[in-house]
Structures are given as structure tokens and as C-alpha cells.
């Protein structure tokens, strides 16, 4: 069973910088490739950015390309989401998950293991 528990979220003003972490349990992120998602209210559930296995391929949403990093740390088995430029369009849960597939998924029902989310809101 992988466990995935999530860090790092906040209140932070437009135009601030967060950092996610996404820490997991026995070298899961050496095996599985991994994919923040976030959920605002009313909306559903969009992937922001995802990370194949080997760290050697990402994917990133439109609306963050340029703003958000996605990197990982296997020594670690940590997973995180800079993000920086910060808007109030960015306030939603985030969600990190891990998928078995071999590339970089970007269908929620690729991925395997979810986190249970941490808040990130942007004030204006």
C-alpha cells in the first residue's frame, strides 16, 4: 500500500510563492510517476502538472506553464509543486497521486494512490 500525505499549503497573497510536498512511503517515486492535481469549488478535479518515474519527462496545465515547477527527490521519496506568480484562480485543494503507468498520465483514472489534499488560497 502506498500512502501519499501532502504538505505545504496556505494562505498567501497574489502574486506570493508556495511550495507542495508530497512525501510517500517505501520508494514509491522511483516506481510510479507522479501528478498534482487540484479541485476548486464547483469544479472539477484538473491536473496542474505531472512527473514521469524516471524525473525525465513533465507535463504542466496551460494555466500554470511558466509558474509552477514540478520536480522530485527519490532520496527522499518526495514529490513537490513549486509555484510561484501565485492568483486567486489558483485557490483550490491540491491533491498529489501516483500512477503505475510508465509515462506521465494525465487522466485522473491513470493514477493509483491519492493524498488527502491540502488548501491553497490566493487572496487578492
Known amino acids: 500500500q502506498v500512502h501519499l500525505v501532502e504538505s505545504g499549503g496556505g494562505l498567501v497573497q497574489a502574486g506570493g510563492s508556495l511550495r507542495l510536498s508530497c512525501a510517500a512511503s517505501g520508494r514509491t517515486f522511483s516506481r510510479y510517476a507522479a501528478g498534482w492535481f487540484r479541485q476548486a469549488p464547483g469544479k472539477e478535479r484538473e491536473l496542474v502538472a505531472a512527473?514521469?518515474?524516471?524525473?525525465?519527462?513533465?507535463y504542466y496545465a496551460d494555466s500554470v506553464k511558466g509558474r509552477f515547477t514540478i520536480s522530485g527527490d527519490t532520496a527522499k521519496d518526495t514529490v513537490y509543486l513549486q509555484m510561484n506568480s501565485l492568483k486567486p484562480d489558483d485557490t483550490a485543494v491540491y491533491y498529489c497521486a501516483a500512477s503505475q503507468t510508465v509515462l506521465v498520465p494525465t487522466g485522473a483514472g491513470r493514477y493509483d494512490y491519492w493524498g488527502q489534499g491540502t488548501q491553497v488560497t490566493v487572496s487578492s
Open positions: 512527473i514521469s518515474r524516471s524525473g525525465l519527462m513533465t
